[in-house]
């Protein structure tokens, strides 16, 4: 059974740093993996989408790599703004299946 | 578009009552899916249809439970009677074939 890890739970920065959210899966034959973002109360919005075939996507300061193989991905957040404070989530998809979610990372960066 | 459509925002009952969420899919995708969210969980995958076919419904935790897709551009989530350990944030997600997941809004639904 698939398995979705993201570490670490929270994570405080100051505002300007460069950061790396972590996550890991236990099952390598993957459709896509997609990064979400949640702020506190709302729904969920796509930040990426990396398709199995690829490594990495691209987004304005945000950059999503995969490591099929190895089962892991990050999410690389540069130049750190208060505005990035949210939770950050992270799900697989495979064959037959929907989204198999990580409990998330909640991020706080502070000005 | 106007993305995934869900209704009502907010819902609040009485254990025993039943409840029906709603929701509108992005057009011209055809999968739907119903998550469940909790503090405790996390999300979680409830049922899932591709072209208004259920697929998976594994994740429907008993027969209070029931989900209905009549057409390409409608599904609604039921749960009858009601309890208060059903309280959480419901989100319908809609995708093309293998593609990217756009999420509503969420209904949060409270038993009391």
């Known amino acids: 059974k698939q398995e979705v890890t993201q570490i670490p739970a929270a994570l405080s920065v100051p505002e300007g740093e460069n950061l790396v959210l972590n996550c890991s899966f236990t099952d390598s034959a993957i459709y896509n993996l997609q990064w979400f973002r949640q702020d506190p109360g709302k729904g969920l919005t796509s930040l990426l989408l990396i398709q199995s075939s690829q490594r990495e996507q691209t987004s304005g300061r945000l950059n999503a790599s995969l490591d099929k193989s190895s089962g892991r991905s990050t999410l690389y957040i540069a130049a750190s703004q208060p505005g990035d404070s949210a939770t950050y989530l992270c799900a697989v998809r495979q064959a037959g299946t929907a989204l198999i979610f990580g409990k998330g990372t909640t991020l706080s960066v502070s000005s | 578009d106007a993305g995934v459509i869900q209704s009502p925002r907010h819902e609040v009952t009485e254990m025993g009552q039943e409840v029906t969420l709603r929701c509108k899919p992005i057009?011209?995708?055809?999968?739907l899916f119903w998550y469940r969210q909790t503090m405790m969980r996390g999300l979680e995958l409830l049922i899932y249809f591709n072209n208004n076919v259920p697929i998976d419904d594994s994740g429907m935790p008993e027969d209070r439970f029931s989900a209905k897709m009549p057409n390409a551009s409608f599904s609604t989530l039921k749960i009858q009677p009601s309890e208060p350990r059903d309280s959480a944030v419901y989100f319908c997600?809609?995708?093309?074939?293998?593609?990217?997941?756009?999420f509503g809004p969420g209904t949060r639904l409270t038993v009391l």
């Open positions: 997600a809609s995708s093309p074939r293998a593609g990217e997941q756009f």
């Open positions: 057009s011209g995708h055809d999968y």
